[in-house]
């Protein structure tokens, strides 16, 4: 539940062509995207059955979104389309090093809300993901994830907004309800003004977080609960493109605690698909389900 984008990714982008001039690509690529968008992809790869619920336009940016994430087995009967406003979308030039500027599009993401909940789908449920609830408004995350606590499903978030721009007002109603808190290091010590990320997370904890399982890019992730601190290794690979990767993470974090690993198993599967997703082009690259992300992870 939560941000859906539609990205149009070319690559690669080493700068934008003066005036009216034309660049060759080799790849471009649209793909379905987002904090709940590219994590349901990923849910789906691991074999998790997933539904999507947001905010997409009225548009045919919308209609595209919706037919990619079916193609990949989401059901989309819990997206509602907003009149007036367009779908979010991103255009990303991928560097040749796999950097990702983005020229990003907020669209409708931001008018999601619980009227806009199917709350007897949310109780039928396992589990409830909600990406970037900053977006929408710390109460409403708030009540949206204490019904589902309510409803005896487990809980997690991601954030989207850059740690220069996160604060914990636009979080801390939503915290009490989340079992697992999915954000990168930039967001902990941005979020909470921390010094360094073990203060930020020690923050987040104290204002209700059961766990969280942060990514720091290359340097892997940290998995940190109110008894211990563990850190991953982040795999060795040849990155074509990082979009999606924290999203990955995220789904197969979620699917590992699901399946009752450790908290340290299940970073290392998200660490894994975070890995796979990051040899191609956009959130949904990589033909691989949660017995190859294992393999791979045993490598």
Avoid: W
Avoid at 181 to 191: A, K, Y
């Amino acid at each position: 539940m939560g941000v859906h984008v539609l990205d149009v990714l070319v690559r690669p982008v080493e700068a934008i062509p003066p005036g009216q001039e034309t660049a060759l690509v080799s790849d471009l690529r649209l793909t379905a995207a987002g904090t709940a968008g590219g994590t349901a992809l990923t849910l789906a790869k691991l074999g998790a059955s997933v539904r999507s619920a947001g905010a997409l336009g009225a548009d045919a940016a919308g209609d595209l979104l919706v037919t990619l994430l079916q193609r990949a087995g989401i059901d989309t009967a819990m997206l509602v389309r907003k009149d007036g406003v367009p779908t979010s979308a991103s255009v990303l030039p991928i560097r040749p090093n796999g950097e990702r500027p983005s020229l990003h599009l907020l669209g409708a993401n931001p008018f999601y809300g619980p009227d806009d909940v199917d709350f007897a789908a949310v109780a039928a449920a396992d589990h409830l993901h909600l990406g970037a609830p900053e977006l929408i408004g710390a109460d409403n995350a708030a009540r949206i994830l204490r019904y589902a606590k309510d409803s005896g499903l487990t809980t997690s978030v991601d954030l989207i907004a850059p740690g220069s721009l996160g604060s914990m007002d636009s979080i801390a109603a939503a915290l009490p309800y989340v079992d697992y808190l999915l954000p990168n290091e930039d967001q902990v010590v941005g979020f909470t003004d921390a010094a360094d990320l073990a203060r930020g997370c020690q923050a987040l904890l104290e204002a209700g977080v059961g766990l969280l399982a942060v990514t720091r890019g290359a340097d892997g992730a940290v998995v940190v609960d109110r008894d211990s601190t563990v850190a991953v290794p982040a795999f060795a690979v040849d990155v074509v493109d990082t979009t999606g990767c924290g999203d990955a993470f995220s789904a197969g974090f979620i699917v590992g605690m699901a399946l009752g690993r450790t908290p340290r198993a299940a970073a290392v599967l998200g660490s894994a698909a975070a890995a796979l997703v990051a040899g191609g082009l956009g959130s949904d690259h990589g033909d691989f389900d949660l017995s190859a992300a294992d393999a791979f992870a045993a490598t």
